[in-house]
């Protein structure tokens, strides 16, 4: 059973463009929302991680946008550069309990 | 710092033979965890520990086991090696439960 549902599967993307990843989730006893980054040979990285208190939270050229009341959160990325490019998994924990991960977005940042 | 260090990063085993994949972080975190990665299914969680003498399982620990004497120390056995493990393994730590920090993986081939 898959608890977070992440789409799309893969994204292409113009340089200075926005990217946008979206993620579902059913269990509503989850409080915790990260997005992580992961390069080719290497491990996730965090990138950006949100509450279910807030509704946006921004670093940088990286955005959470958190729907409650729908159980969906995105990321979003302005002007998307080629280095953005990576896979991204959005994620759900309940308190620090185990990290539910989603199933990835391969995104490719063309000039 | 060195954060969390995994060996070996590329491992080949036979079918039936065990192995120690071995995790070991030098920030004093608390919980640590073991995922591995497939295509098309992002990452799952095997075991999970918040503390030393403390493990959970995940949620596919089934051919895996843990344990954790140590507050820098995680390692992951194999009991019995199987196709069906070949994947992507990799160990991340944490001091409260949020924003794992991962290694760099260990790729495991059962042939």
């Known amino acids: 059973q898959q608890q977070v549902k992440q789409s799309p599967q893969s994204l292409i993307v113009q340089k200075g463009g926005i990217s946008i990843i979206n993620c579902a989730y059913e269990?509503?006893?989850?409080?915790?929302f990260p997005w992580y980054q992961q390069f080719p040979g290497k491990g996730p990285a965090l990138l950006i991680a949100?509450?279910?208190?807030?509704s946006e939270k921004k670093e940088g050229r990286f955005t959470i946008s958190f729907n409650k009341s729908a159980k969906q959160f995105s990321l979003h990325i302005m002007d998307s550069q080629p280095g953005d490019s990576a896979t991204y998994f959005c994620?759900?924990?309940?308190?620090?309990?185990?990290?539910?991960f989603g199933t990835g977005t391969r995104l490719t940042i063309i000039p | 710092n060195a954060g969390v260090t995994q060996t070996p990063k590329f491992q080949v085993l036979k079918t039936g033979q065990s192995m120690t994949l071995q995790c070991a972080q030098d920030?004093?975190?608390?919980?640590m965890s073991w995922y591995r990665q497939d295509p098309g299914m992002g990452l799952r969680l095997i075991h999970y520990?918040?503390?030393?003498?403390?493990?959970d399982q995940g949620e596919v620990p089934n051919g895996y086991n843990v344990s954790r004497s140590t507050t820098e120390d995680f390692p992951l056995r194999l009991l019995s090696a199987a196709p069906s493990q070949t994947s992507v393994y990799f160990c991340?730590?944490?001091?409260?439960?949020?924003?794992?920090?991962f290694g760099s993986g260990t790729r495991l081939t059962v042939v």
């Open positions: 269990n509503t006893a989850f409080d915790y």
């Open positions: 991340a730590s944490s001091p409260q439960g949020f924003g794992y920090t």
């Open positions: 994620a759900a924990s309940t308190g620090n309990e185990k990290l539910t």
């Open positions: 920030m004093n975190h608390e919980y």
């Open positions: 520990s918040v503390g030393a003498g403390i493990t």
């Open positions: 949100i509450r279910p208190d807030v």
